[in-house]
């Protein structure tokens, strides 16, 4: 369940495993998922290739007409993985893990919506209209994660749906200057007026005391959704859920890092080091292992 961290880093995904829309890149990416068992690790690349493709054909296309076909076009993909073949190469690749997993049709057009929401939906008026867009560009992915997991019945649903939520929260903490530079702002404008803090004064990149105070309470509701899917651990297979809990203790830590910077997400981007990442991911599969 990883998450799409606003930018065009795209799913910015996840996560989650992945996400569209800001999906984790490189170590992070790899460090959850190497201790796959091949045939999941290649699913789960799959998905990862094929939203990365679709996020990357949307975000650099400038013209927001075009982009919008290519919505249509990746739409068509979609159908043709389930009803023909597909013509795009991370689409065709997709295809057998589709069927092998038995994913449904309707997480690919929810992931589909939620990157078509960067092109309409520029503001969020409330944090139900940004929960929405989390939901689909973040936890739905980390739905799809739990099909190749194993768990059809999808008894870890409210798992990957709030840890999805959580990830994609932080990304948005953390991407919020780079975010602004193109135009985008995802904290919802209820909460900015709620604490006083315009958008003109995010525009200027002002750290004052409401800053603070509106960013302590977001990452307060990332907590919280953390803190909710943990609750629901309880009931899972730890080593099926193992590469989901590693990135989601990789972006705890990045929330804990962002909040001991005093929220400094203006003059760079707040990382969690190689080591400390290589850490996270060995703890957690003792933990796992240990729990057998």
């Keep these: ?13 996840s996560g989650s495993m992945v996400s569209t829309r800001g999906a984790p890149r490189g170590t992070n990416f790899s460090l959850a998922f190497r201790a796959l068992p091949p045939d999941q690790r290649d699913a789960i690349r799959a998905v990862h290739a094929f939203s990365r493709e679709v996020d990357d054909s949307v975000d650099e296309e400038p013209d927001r007409d075009r982009a919008r076909e290519e919505i249509v076009r990746w739409r068509g993909e979609v159908a043709a993985c389930y009803e023909g073949e597909p013509v ?6 997709l295809r057998p893990h ?15 919506s939620g990157v078509e929401m960067d092109l309409t939906h520029l503001r969020y008026a409330t944090f139900e209209e940004l929960r929405r867009y989390c939901y689909r560009v973040a936890s739905v ?5 739990l099909r190749i997991f194993g768990d059809e019945e999808e008894r870890g649903r409210a798992y990957a749906e709030n840890l999805g939520l959580a990830l994609q929260l932080t990304n948005i903490l953390r ?10 702002i995802y904290l919802p404008a209820e909460d900015l007026q709620a604490f006083g803090y315009p958008e ?3 525009a200027r990149r002002e750290r004052n005391g409401a800053f603070h105070e509106l960013m302590r309470f977001q990452a307060s509701r990332a907590h919280a959704f953390f803190a909710a899917a943990d609750r629901e651990t309880a009931d899972l297979d730890p080593r099926r859920i193992l590469a989901a809990e590693i990135m989601g203790r990789i972006y705890k830590r990045l929330l804990a890092r962002i909040e001991a910077s005093g929220f400094d997400v203006f003059r760079r981007e707040v990382r969690v080091p190689l080591y400390e990442r290589a850490w996270i991911a060995g703890s957690a599969i003792l933990a796992a292992h240990a729990q057998r």
């Excluded at 991407?175 to 985008?184: Q, Y």
């Design 141 to 145: 992915v980390g739905l799809i994660c």
């Design 88 to 93: 795009e190469p991370a689409a065709r690749a």
């Design 175 to 184: 991407d919020l200057g780079s975010d602004h530079a193109r135009g985008r």
């Design 1 to 13: 369940m990883a998450p799409r961290g606003p930018g065009s880093r795209s799913a910015r995904s």
């Design 98 to 112: 589709l069927q092998r997993f038995r994913i449904p049709r309707l997480y690919l057009e929810e992931l589909l």
């Design 200 to 202: 003109e004064a995010l």
